[in-house]
């Protein structure tokens, strides 16, 4: 049962062929038994997920049961979900039971999806590796020794690992796409307000987005449905009429424009990912696809401008953790100012102090021209790369991530180096595209390479369309890890 997608274990509680209180408690017992190797979750709970499975399992009997009812989800620790404990991956969340829910949980939760658990992720979602959460790393289940990518790291593990048929994660530079790609799975980061922040704990406000990981395009088209809707509690959150994501699986994709950008191909793409990509692409054209060469000239500048707008944005952000309404507190202290210095001091691992400290040097007056502002006017310019680069194609094409999975510790003390391990996914966050990665190979040992498919605003319905005609005709994502037995 662990090898089930969500269309297919949908069909199975249809069925009637089992319950989702029987599903719920397989993946429970195999988080139970293989949490440990991969520390995908911070918090499991029993009996909470049991009740919300039994729920569930009525809301079928009664007839009222939706694709998600009864499948159970696991959930980056970074969604607010009531009741449980949500720490973001930090000390300084590490008591916070959140006393109420994200519009995504809700959403989940009123579409009867069976919350698993909260999963493992890079503190405060900074991170490419899922190294820097205060609940130890995650580990990728195609190889222990290297990391899942992050910082959405224990949400993509759970699915390659088959403790969940699928996840919720957030992206604010990659979060999604690259662990995805790191551990051979899909991952789907809509357009900038497709889905609502609100109850998201906010990293870099204006680039944070929610969204699906699963292992195929179509659970993401089920994900999605229902994680995206409008939300008056976030105010970047878009007013549309609601979309149904599967609605172009099947259409055919004789005529597409994929769009090569020269950067994407030219710029440190290791050969085991770019021979990966190539191949998938020599896919897309046996399928009637054409292909043709774009450019986005400023992509170069996507990681620089994102270290100075992320670490602004966080530093602000961040500001709310000051030891006196919820989170950590240090136990001892002289007076005020010592009581805040004591807890962040504490309550933050070093990354996160890099971050907070970069983006108040940007913002600080004198300095705040030559770099945030420089650094705005440059978004732009890379958002004016895409729309030309559109005028010429349906959707961009090229690596999620430069390599495959590196090992544990390798870049963990060097932050440039992790820095660019989004080197491709930040310029989507910057332009507010939408963006995902699905498995297209192996490289070197055996490793998952991803390939990054983009769209134009609001075209998740043809970017799950192309992905999921790519996936009728290969089976990458249908490969296990070594050691899953998946009968
Ligand atoms: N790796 C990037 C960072 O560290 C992106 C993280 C994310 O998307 N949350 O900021």
Redesign the pocket.
Known sequence: MQNATIKSLSADLAAKKLSSVEATRHFLIRIKALNQKYRCFITVDEDKSLAQARAADQLRAAGRAQPLTGVPVAQKDIFCAKGWLTTCGSRMLSNFVSPYDAHVVERLNAAGAVNIGKTNM?EF????SSETSYYGPVTNPWDTQTVPG??SGGSAAAVAARLAPAAIG??????IRQPAALTGIAGLKPTYGVVSRYGMIA?ASSLDQGGPLARTAEDLALMLNVMAGHDARDSTSLERPPEDYTRELTRSLSGLRIGLPREFFARGVAPDVEKAVGEAVGQFRKLGCETVEVSLPNMGLSVPVYYVL?PAEASSNLARYDGVRYGYRAPEYADLPDMYKKTRAQGFGAEVKRRILIGTYVLSHGYYDAYYLRAQKLRRLIARDFSEAFGKCDVIMGPTSPTTAFRLGEKADDPVQM?L??IYTIAVNLAGLPGMSIPCGFGNGGLPAGLQIIGNYFSEARMLNVAHQYQLVTDWHDRVPPGIDVD
Request: charged content about 15%; aromatic content about 12%.
């Open positions: 890079d979602a900074m991170g490419s992050g910082s957030t992206d604010t530079g990659g979060s990293f992320a820095y391990s989004d």
